[in-house]
């Protein structure tokens, strides 16, 4: 059981930056289980979609969409997850949800919205013209 809890959005000018960070209740990655760590987000009337994931090791994917503005990155020891995202667009606009994936592999990660166990509340990210 791990609860995640997202801080870091708010309002930002179009090509802003937000850091956006993510705090698990318990540890992320050990000798006995490790959790692949993702971000999505969901805009009104819109399903989430997928924007990074991380493996316990580091390995990272994102899908064309984001690549080059937005990074991914995990503290282990700290148990958290942050999302650098930069040249931020009115489009990206959403709520954004970190979400984590119980695995025992620390290679592993995932990029399927239904793969993930746990969510955060989410936090609301707003980009102005």
């Known amino acids: 059981q791990v609860q995640l809890v997202e801080s870091g959005g708010g309002l930002v000018q179009a090509g802003g930056s937000l850091r956006l960070s993510c705090a698990a209740s318990?540890?992320?990655?050990?000798?006995?289980?490790?959790?692949?760590m993702g971000w999505f987000r969901q805009a009104p009337g819109k399903g989430r979609q997928f924007l990074a994931t991380?493996?316990?090791?580091?390995?990272?994917y994102y899908p064309d969409s984001v690549k080059g503005r937005f990074t991914i990155s995990r503290d282990n020891a700290k148990n958290t997850v942050d999302l650098q995202m930069n040249s931020l667009l009115p489009e990206d606009t959403a709520v954004y949800y970190c979400?984590?994936?119980?695995?025992?592999?620390?290679?592993?990660?995932?990029?399927?919205?239904?793969?993930?166990?746990?969510w955060g509340q989410g936090t609301q990210v707003t980009v102005s013209s």
């Open positions: 991380i493996s316990g090791s580091g390995e990272t």
């Open positions: 318990r540890r992320t990655f050990s000798n006995y289980v490790m959790y692949a």
């Open positions: 979400a984590a994936k119980r695995g025992y592999y620390s290679g592993s990660y995932y990029y399927l919205e239904n793969d993930y166990d746990y």
